[in-house]
């Protein structure tokens, strides 16, 4: 989440779950912990240090932010959403093998010419939309 404290990081966490009827217990939030970063940066911007103490215990990684905005250029998202993915993938290379569970949009698919089962290689074509073509590079 982002957020300019574990405070109101947790307050945008909970705000979220509460939406959806989700409580974490005292033993789920135990297990949960925030680290504020910024994936524009290297590192996410933490201390030496701290991107390896993070990539030698961290198992599983699950990777949902993006800067989403359909009227940005991609060159105004590309450090956060394809530059994000590169440093969340440095942070996988770090330590025992990680699960990476990534989610995306699938508009990147809406307007194209995708049908049935895609692969990371394949290319779509006829994309009738921006949002499609700047999804499609990451």
């Known amino acids: 989440v982002r957020a300019d404290n574990i405070t109101q990081a947790w307050q945008r ?30 590192h996410f911007g933490l201390t030496t240090y701290a991107w390896q103490e993070l990539g030698g215990t961290v198992h599983r990684i699950y990777h949902c932010a993006a800067a989403v905005n359909l009227l940005e250029p991609l060159e105004a998202l590309a450090e ?3 530059g994000g993915c590169q440093r969340m993938l440095e942070l996988m290379s770090i330590g025992a093998k990680k699960e990476l569970h990534y ?9 194209s010419n995708a049908q049935g089962r895609m692969y990371e290689d394949d290319k779509l074509t006829s994309s009738t ?7 499609s590079v990451v």
């Not at 966490?13 to 912990?33: E, F, G, P, S």
């Not at 989610?103 to 307007?111: E, K």
């Not at 939309?129 to 700047?134: A, I, V």
């Open 13 to 42: 966490v909970d705000t979220t779950l509460n939406k959806y009827n989700i409580l974490l217990t005292t033993q789920m939030r135990a297990r949960c912990h925030i680290i504020l970063g910024d994936l524009r940066k290297m």
């Open 80 to 82: 956060t959403n394809i």
């Open 103 to 111: 989610a995306s949009t699938l508009s990147v698919f809406v307007g």
């Open 129 to 135: 939309h921006l949002y499609g073509d700047r999804k």
